[in-house]
């Protein structure tokens, strides 16, 4: 029997993720049990406090165990924890050296959507691929330089360590838990049980690019915002280079350093999340709309979108455009 233990964090936790987590390996259980076999995961919640109350009291949990009254585990399951990061690791500091113990002592470690913040403080994600909400890809790559940050991906596993992308995206990896420890036949069957897109890896489709402007680089600011001003035009590393009085070289290792992006992908990204916003409104043909964001090139245009939004534009048309009223 595989040990699961899911911590139960202090401050606003996502709740569906400690009890969506509950819920589908008890499935597990109770499916192993209706093929007369023993169940297969030992899921405890632990956590730091007698009782964990969310910061806004909507809901408590009663951990079964203290971390420190957990010996040994095979699964560490970290939710998402709302609100200031900062805040929040700071009132779970006793998790971080309880990760590292439990995880050099052989368990695997799970984090889900913006749980991956405790396992970067922890050092854990180091040199590492890991994932969380693509919301929170700046302040994440700031925090923690040395992880290897894949916020297109729903989720990444490296050397016993699973990270989930966003929101609900959480499931898809569960999911991907269960078919590891339980097999496809069984995976499958949570899949359709709990209906979830078994194969589903990608979160690029939801993300939505708003430009990462947390740094204090003013040339590059500057930069980025004539970029966003102008991305119908064609713009040039020499023309961004003039404009802010840098010389290539520099401003190209500073544009890089700054927003995590080459000058060209940044006005890919600008382009790209331009030609979402009118596919979703479904008013115009997509060529009408390759045009409009500065491409002449059909298949040029095709490609790059695939490449950022892991869809073809016209698939993207077709699932988020919002009806017009007839």
Known sequence: ?????IYVP???YSMVNIEGTHHMFSWVNGYYQQMGKEPLFDITLVGIENVATQTNGLFSITPQKHIDDVHDTDLIVVPAVHGDVHQNLKNNEALLPWLVKHYKNGAELVSLCIGAFHLGA??????KP?????????????????AILMDNKIMTESNGIYTSGGAYSFTQLLLYLVEKFAGREVAIMAGKGFMIDIDKSSQSPFIIFTGQKAHEDIEILEAQQYIEDNFAEKITVDELCD???????????RFKKATSNTVLEYIQRVKIEAAKKELEKGRKTVNEIMYEVGYSDTKAF???FKKITDMT?????NRYTVELAS
């Not at 029997?1 to 233990?5: D, G, S």
Request: charged share 30%; glycine share 8%; hydrophobic share 35%.
């Open 1 to 5: 029997m595989k040990k699961v233990a």
């Open 10 to 12: 202090k401050g606003h």
């Open 122 to 127: 922890a050092g854990l994600l180091d040199g």
């Open 130 to 146: 890991c994932s969380t909400h693509w919301g929170y890809a700046n302040e994440f790559r700031a925090m923690f330089p040395k």
């Open 243 to 253: 404009h802010s009085k840098v010389a290539r070289r520099t401003f190209e290792r």
């Open 302 to 304: 095709r490609d790059v």
């Open 313 to 317: 534009p016209i698939d993207y048309r």
